[in-house]
C-alpha cells in the first residue's frame, strides 16, 4: 500500500511564501508523473504544477512565475516552492503521484491546508 504524505501547509500573508513537500511511504512503485493539485471551497480540484520522472514541468497560468515545482526520484519526494501568494492560492493543496506501467495508478494524499491572508 503506497502513502502520500504532505506537509508545509498554513497562513501567510499576501506576498509571502510557503513551502509544500510530499513523501511516499509503503511499497512505493516506479512514479512516473508527480504533481500538485487543489480544491478550493465549492469548485473541483485543479492542476497546480506536474514535474515528469525526468524533470519535465507543468505549471497552470495562474501560478506560472511564482511557483516551482521540483522532485527527488531516490527519495521519492516532491516539493512546491510557493512564492508572491495571493489570497486567490487559498486552497487544500494535493499531492499525486502517478504510475504508467504495468498498470495505470493514481495515489493522491490527503491533502494540507493553506489560506493566503489579504
Known amino acids: 500500500q503506497v502513502q502520500l504524505v504532505e506537509s508545509g501547509g498554513g497562513l501567510v500573508q499576501a506576498g509571502g511564501s510557503l513551502r509544500l513537500s510530499c513523501a511516499a511511504s509503503g511499497s512505493i512503485p516506479r512514479f512516473d508523473a508527480m504533481g500538485w493539485y487543489r480544491q478550493a471551497p465549492g469548485k473541483q480540484r485543479d492542476l497546480v504544477a506536474t514535474i515528469t520522472r525526468g524533470g519535465d514541468t507543468n505549471y497552470a497560468d495562474t501560478v506560472k512565475g511564482r511557483f516551482t515545482i521540483s522532485r527527488d526520484n531516490a527519495q521519492n519526494t516532491v516539493d512546491l516552492q510557493m512564492n508572491s501568494l495571493k489570497p486567490e492560492d487559498t486552497a487544500v493543496y494535493y499531492c499525486?503521484?502517478?504510475?504508467?506501467?504495468?498498470?495505470?495508478?493514481?495515489?493522491w494524499g490527503q491533502g494540507t491546508q493553506v489560506t493566503v491572508s489579504s
Open positions: 499525486n503521484a502517478v504510475v504508467v506501467w504495468p498498470t495505470s495508478r493514481n495515489y
